[in-house]
Nanobody, 115 residues
Framework: QVQLVESGGGLVQAGGSLRLSCAVS????????MGWYRQVPGNRRELVAV???????NYADSVKGRFIISRDNAKRTVYLQMNSLKPEDTAVYSC?????????WGQGTQVTVSS
């Protein structure tokens, strides 16, 4: 069983920054992939960024150059640094981990960007 706990969401003005954190209950190296998704009510969940066990990263086109995913293995934490935020980044952001054939999700944290 893997538990994920997000923190760091909130309200920010357009152009501002936020850093999301995802604390995971197991070693990051025991997961295949970790990442962040976001969802706006009524819309499909959208991949934001992922980081693999070996450290490779991938981003949605809409956030490339603005968001950075990173991890601290000792702290068992994955981060999402979000810069130059736009109102369209407003969503519930959820942490995700894939371990074996099972996917795990955090409870989500709200990010609201005001114009």
């Amino acid at each position: 069983q893997v538990q994920l706990v997000e923190s760091g969401g909130g309200l920010v003005q357009a152009g501002g920054s936020l850093r999301l954190s995802c604390a995971v209950s197991v070693s990051i190296f025991s997961t295949n992939v970790m990442g962040w998704y976001r969802q706006v009510p009524g819309n499909r969940r959208e991949l934001v960024a992922v980081i693999t066990r070996v450290g490779s990263t991938n981003y949605a086109d809409s956030v490339k150059g603005r968001f950075i995913i990173s991890r601290d293995n000792a702290k068992r934490t994955v981060y999402l640094q979000m810069n130059s935020l736009k109102p369209e980044d407003t969503a519930v952001y959820s942490c995700y981990a894939s371990r074996g054939s099972v996917n795990y999700w955090g409870q989500g944290t709200q990010v609201t960007v005001s114009s």
